[in-house]
């Protein structure tokens, strides 16, 4: 009997992308619900009662939370397609250890929220400060890349795995305040790591049949600003 | 020279998760104590980014951030496992792992900072944080099943740390008659012997807190 799949998500999320890229990769099909993220359905609140958060997976009715978390269970569930998680200790260690980095909540590390303090600076001297925080992590994920790729295109070596995964899902909206500041944050003379690994991913069917167009997310961007609401859950 | 070395303080929940994974798995290390106020070059070598304990450091190359440390660890010597096997219990563990690590350990420390009115609020958000853990228990000896496993080494630290941390804060947050099957878990985790063994002193643990938040406090007095 053939698995039943379902997501729950909303297709601008870079998270909801995550995992539309692994069950991508992994050839599984499955039918995307749209939810709201700002009017929570009883689908759910009833899927995911105590973070009331998208994405969520629900796999023959089981439901599994949590972006990165779901990354995981898609490559211990389904054995078809390469590992998504390397499969050497040390090197499944740096994959989590970076994703983890990526997704840091605390305010001393945060990354990709900071290209939201940056819209936000009040003073050209606060964003200067702003900028400089997102070239150092910047910087450090440039190490991580060189290290974790071993000389191949991706973060995961030949194929694309867990860490491109975890940060490739937020190219498109990169790519959208590159638009809106006009400044280059994957900058090859800064960073040509992962600049050149940037390209290689984008032009990817992984990314591109995932992540709506540059212009698309422009537009919901400025839909969203219009409403005063955060622009990606 | 050790294969195995954690860098950590005896009073840090984070490190005895570690500390109860290396014993369950019979990994013989050499733990290396770190002053948090005086920083080693080697802990700020092993851990750039972070600058935290604890680092494990397994032939030469460090592995940092508790949870990824378990995970690391249950890889690598795969007898005894820690995660269940099958892919649902293990993505379930980890989400109430992270749960854990970012909703209740921050509601229960903000209860211990906050005072007055704040106080009692926290007390509550903490509580209802705990509520999730209590269903998870109800009717299971341990939260791995019948042996215990990686979520209870996560959560592990509601059992002493949570006392000191009550004893700090001046107040009660795992009260026996609203959370009857998540306190006698912290009964029956505490009596397994490879935690029993690694158990620090309470007033330590009590004492370590009791610096953390003059410290907080002074760094907030400063700023105003």
């Known amino acids: 009997m053939a698995s039943c799949v379902q997501l729950l998500g909303a297709s601008p999320s870079p998270y909801v992308n995550r995992v539309q890229m692994a069950l991508k990769l992994k050839s599984i099909e499955y039918e995307l619900i749209e939810e709201n993220p700002h009017i929570k359905s009883e689908r759910l609140l009833k899927a995911n009662p105590v973070l009331k958060k998208i994405p969520v997976l629900i796999h023959d009715g089981e439901p599994i939370c949590e972006s990165l978390l779901i990354v995981q269970y898609i490559d211990d569930a389904w054995n078809n397609g390469p590992s998504l998680l390397p499969s050497d200790a040390q090197d499944a260690y740096l994959a989590r250890f970076w994703a983890l980095y990526i997704d840091d909540k605390n305010v001393d590390f945060q990354w990709y929220p900071l290209y939201k303090e940056l819209r936000e600076a009040p003073t050209e001297e606060a964003r ?9 992590g910047l910087v450090l994920l440039e190490k991580a890349f060189l290290k974790c790729s071993k000389g191949k295109q991706f973060f995961g070596g030949d194929n694309i795995g867990y860490l491109d995964i975890a940060l490739g899902c937020y190219m498109g909206w990169l790519k959208v305040i590159e638009e809106m500041t006009s400044i280059k944050f994957l900058d090859r003379s800064k960073t040509p790591g ?18 709506p167009e540059t212009q698309k997310l422009v537009e919901i961007f400025k839909m969203v600003q219009g409403r005063g609401k955060p622009a990606s859950g | ?39 080693s070059p080697l802990l700020l070598k092993m851990n750039p980014v972070y600058k935290k304990v604890p680092v494990l450091i397994h032939i030469d190359k460090p592995v940092v951030e508790s949870l990824v440390i378990l995970e690391y660890i249950d890889e690598t010597w795969k007898h005894n496992p820690l995660l269940p096997e099958d892919p649902y219990e293990r993505a379930t563990a980890r989400f109430w792992a ?18 007055g009115e704040n106080k009692k609020k926290a007390i509550e958000t903490a509580q209802e944080m705990f509520e999730h853990l209590e269903k998870q228990i109800a009717g299971k000896k341990y939260f791995g099943g019948e042996k215990i496993g990686y979520l209870d080494l996560v959560i592990g630290w509601t059992s002493l740390w949570l006392n000191a941390m009550e004893e700090v804060g001046g107040m009660k947050l ?51």
Request: glycine share 2%; hydrophobic share 40%; proline share 4%.
């Open chain 1, 128 to 136: 200067k400060e702003v900028l400089d925080k997102i070239f150092e």
């Open chain 2, 174 to 224: 795992l009260v026996p008659e609203k959370f009857p099957s998540l306190s006698e878990w912290t009964q029956n985790f505490i009596r397994v012997p490879a935690i029993q063994d690694s158990l620090p002193p309470l007033e330590n643990v009590v004492n370590y807190f009791q610096v953390g938040l003059n410290y907080l406090r002074s760094l907030s007095a400063n700023k105003s």
């Open chain 1, 194 to 211: 992962l600049a050149e690994w940037a390209e290689k991913f984008c032009s990817h069917d992984t990314f591109k049949e995932v992540v």
């Open chain 2, 98 to 115: 992270k749960f854990v690590d970012e909703k209740c350990v921050l509601s229960a420390w903000e209860a211990v900072k906050s005072e």
């Open chain 2, 1 to 39: 020279m050790s294969e195995v070395k954690l860098l950590g303080t005896q009073s840090s929940f984070p490190c005895a998760r570690i500390i109860w994974a290396l014993k369950l798995k019979e990994v013989e290390y050499e733990f290396i104590e770190e002053d948090l106020f005086n920083k």
